[in-house]
């Protein structure tokens, strides 16, 4: 019993011994809170040039909607703003934080602008109130007509900062809408602003296709009676025919070095995918099948390619492999999915699947696990497209009634909004790389 | 004799910490919530952490309001709460107490405000205006939440009719006599929310560790990052986190020191 | 007199064998060749007189000619398909049986035939479905005797519905493979 005694009270001191020596373990493994809570404060007039509260404005309206497409952030009220807030104060030390750690904000953004002499100079921080760090600050020089430029520029920017990888705001989003009454190629931002009308064809423009490394665009176009495809320089306006074979030359896509570009050729007399050189010259044919082949679509490394076929009787994804040729089937759900679109940063792929007449955005993996549903409800939804970083997905939404309208979501398919103005119905959106 | 005895129950104690520690390190310890209104204890009674306490006291004061472990938004204030008018009617969707057996503890969601949108069907356009009424309303839920909480303790302490209404302030696995919570279950609740991470921040699965040394007065005295996960924007705000968690909001029973696991298990949707 | 009329009518007729063999792949030499001929014919009317018998005469090959083409021109009934077939359905079939006979009665009439689906499914494998319908229906009129020659296809896809309403009724008549008189 003594024993007993005397080796319990020896456990008991080890125990406690123990428990000070050893740091108490703990893991979190989520955040309580999801998202950043930012406060974004007006633009104030800095230097000479004097109040343009215009330019201010529309900053604040562009920039604030790229930030919040992103979804990262929890805007703070600019309402509760105290006094910092008017205060043009850029440098670290002039900066109350405390004032924004009140307001719960974690991160900040200040900046000033002025106007001399026709040129726009707009100058902009981002802190981390928490730290009182300056993450990134940025001067930006160009027109007063560059405004939205700017802060598209700055929102790439802010998101490089908080998450490694630029946003994709400062980029373009190509088209086509019937705004004429024909089917033409625009260009707009990715916030739908100023559309632009590419060409001038009068007959049917299909399946734009940027160059990752040139400022250049490839769609089919019925110009001269056969749906040929085209290649087009966008700031020279130059264009060229790239593939006119007979019968159908549509859904071309550059490689994602730009050498070679897939597309769905007919010439003898059945869809099948080729590539093609830049030179519009056959390099070879992928698929060989007396089934539709169309739709390719590239892996981010360009040895993959996703189309669709009907070779198993609905319209499905596929995937072959360029070198081997060796096809495998990537969707099994559904009755009809079309318009895949891999996503440029790898892991998945987009489509959009026919159910009850209506399309919706799906994605599943390369690996053909994991499939989701993105969007629900009536309109349909078609021609999903990644953004460069892969975060966003543009798409075509016929909801409403009024035609289709160009669409944009996150990857995760929140977010959803309208870009494109109604009435045009347009379609057949791509996103342009890094200009 | 002696001697095999006290080898024996001194491996007894060191074998039952080893693994016990590593075991809480791979699967997280405690699941459940924990209401930051309670008494950090040394000695917590059998009882749930989420549990309000009972008796009227200077702070928020309610009848026991079960918090079981799915994880709702987090109730208590911010550090420094915004000195706002409270408005004191409605309740707050989240803090809404979900019943549930504390036992199998399923996996918490991620915050519902920007993930599954999916579930429900309704439009698009539908889906848009939720989403910016609920941005909205989520700004000013914050600023209100401090006095809603209070006004919504006191509500529900009429209201509640969940069996467990009656549970008692405690741990789970408390087997002490203070109504009270545990110093780690409070750090822990604690810390988390002061974490701001966006899973659209996110990029593989990272994982960090901190040391955290605070005194008796709750006060952060030093830390270290013991391992850092290589994602800046991860570890950015977990450093953070760190610096809002300076001052505790109560004493601890005594100096420790906490080695944090932080990772996105319960975060990232990808299975 | 007999004998000019004779000469004359010969001249029609190689005229209308020009016109029946035409290759289309020359259209331009074609015409080159009719007007050619038209010259020739002028050159050679030497007299009013005579004029009237051999112009009836020659009118009235032509005229059978033309009441041909205008009768396929006219005559030509597109068919229709099930959603998301380029199989033939029997009504296709026996529409095709027609057309196929105004087709070989006006053998210099060529035709393009226009593929074209609803506007239910994706706009490029709409294209090669499209395509699908018109080359089945080619196929199928060549098997019912009109030389493969005077056929060329091409898919439109759903871009360009005869009916733009959003029900049934629009689909079933945009499934459609429909002909078009080359000129």
């Known amino acids: 019993m003594k024993y007993f005694k005397a080796s319990f009270f020896i456990i008991m001191t080890l125990y406690l011994l123990c428990s000070t020596a050893f740091a108490a373990r703990i893991e979190i493994s989520a955040p309580g809170e999801q998202t950043i809570p930012l406060a974004l404060t007006r633009l104030l007039p800095m230097g000479v040039g004097g109040a343009h509260p215009a330019v201010a404005t529309e900053f604040q309206q562009v920039l604030l909607g790229d930030l919040e497409l992103s979804g990262l952030f929890d805007m703070t009220n600019p309402a509760s703003f105290l006094s910092d807030a008017g205060k043009l104060g850029l440098r670290r030390t002039e900066i109350d934080f405390y004032q924004w750690r009140m307001l719960g904000s974690e991160a900040l953004i200040k900046g000033g602008y002025s106007i001399t002499a026709g040129k726009l100079t707009i100058e902009l921080r981002l802190f981390d109130v928490i730290t009182q760090r300056l993450l990134t600050g940025r001067r930006y020089v160009g027109k007063v007509t560059d405004v939205r430029k700017i802060a598209h520029t700055f929102a790439d920017q802010i998101l490089k900062s908080l998450t490694g990888e630029k946003g994709p705001f400062s980029t373009k989003i190509a088209y086509i809408s019937k705004r004429t009454g024909h089917k033409e190629l625009y260009l707009m931002d990715v916030d739908g602003y100023k559309p632009i009308r590419m060409t001038n064809h009068r007959s049917i423009v299909l399946n734009p296709d940027f160059s990752p490394t040139r400022k250049e665009l490839i769609f089919t176009s019925y110009k001269k009676g056969n749906p040929d495809l085209y290649r087009k320089e966008i700031y020279t306006g130059q264009e060229s025919r790239l593939s006119l074979k007979s019968g159908l030359n549509i859904g071309g896509r550059y490689s994602p070095d730009g050498r070679e570009i897939a597309l769905t050729l007919s010439k003898d007399k059945n869809s099948e995918i080729y590539l093609l050189g830049t030179d519009g010259t056959i390099h070879r044919r992928l698929t060989n099948h007396y089934s539709i082949d169309v739709d390719p679509s590239w892996s981010p490394k360009g040895n993959k390619i996703a189309f669709v076929s009907d070779r198993r009787g609905n319209p499905n994804i596929f995937i072959v492999d360029i070198h081997s040729r060796e096809v495998t089937r990537l969707t099994f759900e559904g009755k009809y999915n079309a318009t895949p679109a891999w996503n440029p940063k790898g892991g998945r792929i987009a489509y959009s699947r026919m159910d009850d007449g209506i399309f919706n955005i799906f994605t599943i993996r390369e690996n053909g696990t994991d499939e989701r549903q993105l969007t629900f409800g009536s309109g349909n939804k078609e021609h999903p497209r990644w953004s460069p970083d892969g975060r966003f997905l543009i798409y075509s939404n016929d909801l409403g009634g009024n035609g289709k309208s160009i669409w944009i979501m996150r990857a995760d398919g929140t977010g959803a909004k309208r870009i494109s103005a109604h009435g045009g119905n347009d379609s057949h959106p791509a996103w342009s790389h890094r200009w | 004799m002696l001697l095999v005895s006290l080898l024996l129950h001194l491996l007894l104690p060191i074998l039952s910490y080893i693994p016990f520690f590593s075991q809480q390190a791979l699967e997280k310890p405690p699941v459940y919530r924990v209401n930051l209104v309670n008494k950090i204890v040394k000695n917590p009674q059998a009882g749930r952490p989420e549990a309000a306490p009972v008796k009227k006291k200077p702070v928020v004061k309610s009848k026991p309001k079960p918090k079981p472990a799915v994880k709702p938004k987090p109730i208590p204030p911010k550090p420094k709460p915004v000195p706002v008018k409270p408005k004191p009617k409605p309740i707050p969707p989240k803090p809404k107490p979900e019943p549930a057996k504390p036992k199998p503890i399923p996996k918490p969601e991620p915050k519902p405000a920007v993930s599954k949108v999916q579930e429900n069907t309704l439009q698009q356009r539908l889906q848009q205006m939720r989403a910016t009424q609920e941005r909205k309303a989520s700004e000013q839920a914050r600023k209100d939440r401090i006095a809603t909480l209070k006004a919504a303790a006191l509500a529900e302490s009429s209201k509640i009719k969940s069996p467990i209404t009656a549970a008692p302030v405690g741990m789970v696995d408390g087997k002490g006599d203070e109504a009270g919570v545990s110093a780690i279950a409070f750090v822990q609740e604690f810390i988390q929310q002061q974490w701001n991470f966006s899973k659209y921040q996110a990029s593989g699965n990272p994982e960090a560790e901190a040391k955290l040394f605070y005194n008796a007065e709750g006060t952060l005295l030093h830390y270290k990052f013991i391992k850092k996960s290589g994602n800046s924007a991860f570890d950015e705000s977990l450093t953070r986190a760190i610096a809002k968690s300076k001052q505790l909001p109560q004493p601890l029973p005594e100096s420790m020191e906490f080695h944090i696991f932080f990772n996105l298990k319960d975060m990232l949707d990808r299975p | ?183």
Request: some cysteine.
């Open chain 3, 1 to 183: 007199m007999l004998k000019s009329t004779i000469a004359r009518l010969a001249v029609m007729l190689f005229v209308l064998t020009l016109l029946a063999a035409g290759c289309a792949k020359k259209p331009a030499t074609e015409e080159a060749a009719v007007t050619e001929q038209s010259t020739q014919m002028e050159q050679q009317q030497p007299a009013g007189v005579e004029e009237q018998a051999v112009t009836d005469t020659g009118y009235d090959a032509a005229a059978v000619a033309r009441k041909a083409e205008r009768d396929a021109a006219k005559g030509l009934e597109p068919i229709h398909f099930d959603f998301d077939q380029y199989v033939l359905t029997e009504t296709a079939k026996s529409t095709l049986v027609n057309n196929a006979g105004l087709l070989r009665a006006a053998p210099a009439v060529k035709i393009l035939i226009e593929g074209h689906c609803d506007e239910r499914g994706s706009d490029e494998y709409n294209l090669a479905l499209g395509e699908k319908r018109a080359l089945a229906t080619k196929n199928y009129l060549v098997s019912l005797g009109v030389v493969v020659e005077r056929m060329s296809t091409i898919s439109y896809g759903e871009e360009m519905p005869i009916d733009p309403a959003h029900n049934k009724a629009a689909w079933t008549k945009n499934r459609r493979a429909n002909f078009k008189v080359k000129r």
